[in-house]
């Protein structure tokens, strides 16, 4: 029996097949019958949606809409799986154009995927979270910051509320942050993950010597992400430091913040804290992780307990400079700060 034909399954709205053999035939047979599906959890979703597109198009039928809120392109990540079939350029601008209603999109970058790709979520009216990521692979993509994600952003960008950008050095881009920060001014989670900065701005509402000014000179920000709650600066290894400029510009524009998590970043020092103190004093800071942070001491440290956060809400994990200060060792054994 076809699948919905007795009525039962219509009103299915999730469907989770990953680690199946389903393939992107049955797939199109889930979109068809089930008409109120909004989450597919599989590989072949956007294969699906492109496929079915082109045959509404060779047939000369008007295509169908589907009420999905979900889409995940996947390149290169699935290639041990036997039933993965890479993804094919083009597609996803198809698919778009099939789910009016999608709010989230997940990108894995890889072979076949570009900017003109990229572009293709500019129809999304209502995108409200995108990650994009990639992976050492993704050097056989040609996804570019400003050709492909920024026009997106000038779109898209002020409906955002959670974006993730990973691997970035993989592609050989730099994220422009001042570019996030016009763009997407109502962000409410950013996790930038392994990523190269650069503190020129792209875009015309700020220029460069006025950020230049802004980091040299400590001026206070005149732009900011006021609804950011979290963020995340996350580099793996040891020597990929983000640039002071740039680390400056994310902490001073992000007046908001409950929960801030830093990893393998030397560039944060005492006085860049300092610095950023000046322009705000991180008044909703609720939780602060700090991992492989070797530059920040015990003065930084307490800057954050000068506003009141408790010593379980800072969590630090092999921040060599934060054990001895002025030769007294902090731990467990004399002070309750968690030490992970």
Not at 128 to 143: D, Y
Not at 149 to 177: H, I, N, T, Y
Request: contains cysteine.
């Amino acid at each position: 029996m076809p699948l919905g034909k007795s009525g039962q399954c219509k009103s299915i709205q999730e469907l989770l097949i990953n680690g199946t053999q389903v393939t992107h035939k049955g797939v199109q047979m889930a979109l068809r019958y089930l008409p109120h599906l909004k989450k597919f959890d599989g590989l072949h979703l956007v294969e699906a949606l492109a496929a079915m597109h082109n045959s509404h198009q060779t047939n000369l039928k008007l295509p169908s809409k589907y009420s999905l809120t979900d889409l995940d392109v996947f390149c290169d990540y699935f290639l041990s799986s036997p039933s993965f079939v890479p993804y094919k350029t083009g597609d996803l601008p198809l698919a778009v154009s099939l789910c009016p209603f999608v709010t989230s999109v997940f990108i894995g970058c890889g072979k076949g995927i570009n900017d003109s790709d990229i572009l293709g979520l500019i129809g999304l009216k209502h995108l409200n979270r995108l990650t994009i990521l990639a992976s050492k692979p993704a050097r056989e993509s040609s996804v570019t910051f400003d050709g492909g994600l920024v026009p997106v952003l000038k779109v898209a960008g002020r409906s955002l509320k959670f974006l993730e950008l990973g691997c970035f050095r993989f592609l050989d881009q730099s994220v422009r942050l001042a570019s996030l920060i016009v763009y997407c001014p109502m962000l409410e989670h950013l996790r930038l993950i392994e990523c190269r900065y650069s503190l020129s701005t792209g875009v015309e509402e700020v220029s460069d010597e006025t950020m230049s000014g802004r980091a040299n000179k400590r001026m206070k920000p005149d732009f900011a992400w006021n609804h950011l709650k979290k963020l995340s600066l996350v580099l793996r290894r040891v020597g990929e430091n983000m640039p002071t400029e740039s680390l400056f510009l994310a902490l001073s524009s992000s007046p908001a913040l409950e929960e801030l998590f830093i990893s393998c970043c030397a560039t944060l020092d005492d006085d860049l804290v300092h610095r950023v103190f000046e322009c705000h004093s991180f008044a909703s800071l609720k939780w602060l992780w700090l991992k492989v942070c070797d530059s920040i001491t015990m003065r930084g440290i307490q800057l954050f307990r000068n506003i009141g956060m408790d010593w379980d809400h800072l969590i630090i994990k092999h921040c060599n400079s934060v054990k001895t200060e002025d030769g007294w060792l902090v731990n467990e054994e004399n002070i309750d700060i968690l030490m992970l």
